[in-house]
Antibody
């Protein structure tokens, strides 16, 4: 059974940093691209980052480019999101998600972790 | 960026009815379109990918159609467990973008 379990969320002040983790199990982690998707309270979904199988390629929307860094450790079946220079608009539930096969729809999602950016 | 315009924003229907949700892309996305269901307090769940392919385990009353810039999700024989918010997503181009969601309630 595929499982994605996020951790590392919490309350952080604007301008500070936070690192999220996602522990994957139930599939061969190193064979899949991985991604983060977020959802602000009572809002829609926003794709945040994608990383290739080896970690050599990363992709971000303009809203987080230069502030967020996605990374992975295939030996530990773990995905990470380093978030720097956090803003109030980064407040959201962050989901770890697995793209299906060779495409970029998301066939498995974690339960999500809440990040609140506030002074 | 590709804009995904989803309609309606909310929908109320009776049990057993058929409902349709639409998604309009700002440019051709070549059927790289997925639909998700998100129940209150839960993570999104994939329903449809490649515009019309049913994800394993999803009831056959869900179906997707469309091409080019226009896509739709159809739910036949509405059940109480279908109460949720539904989102479309294009994955033809980075940045991947989602529709704003359709909240489905039972009348």
């Amino acid at each position: 059974e595929v499982q994605l379990v996020e951790s590392g969320g919490g309350l952080v002040q604007p301008g500070r940093s936070l690192k999220l983790s996602c522990a994957a199990s139930g599939f061969t982690f190193s064979n899949y691209y991985m991604a983060w998707v977020r959802q602000a309270p009572k809002k829609g979904l926003e794709w945040v980052a994608t990383i290739s199988t080896s970690g050599s390629r990363t992709y971000y929307p303009d809203s987080v480019k230069g502030r967020f860094t996605i990374s992975r450790d295939n030996a530990k079946s773990s995905l990470y999101l380093q978030m720097n220079s956090l803003k109030s608009e980064d407040t959201a539930t962050y989901y770890c998600a697995r793209p299906g096969g060779t495409t970029n729809y998301f066939d498995y999602w974690g339960q999500g972790v809440m990040v609140t950016v506030s002074s | 960026d590709i804009r995904m315009t989803q309609s309606p924003a909310s929908l109320s229907a009776s049990l057993g009815e058929t409902v349709n949700i639409e998604c309009l892309a700002s440019e051709d996305i070549y059927s790289d379109l997925a639909w998700y269901q998100q129940k209150p307090g839960k993570s999104p769940q994939l329903l449809i990918y490649n515009a019309n392919s049913l994800q394993n385990g999803v009831p056959s009353r869900f179906s997707g159609s469309g091409s080019g810039t226009q896509y739709s999700l159809k739910i036949n024989s509405l059940q109480s467990e279908d109460v949720a918010t539904y989102f479309c997503q294009q994955y033809n181009n980075y940045p991947f973008t989602f529709g704003s969601g359709t909240k489905l309630e039972i009348k």
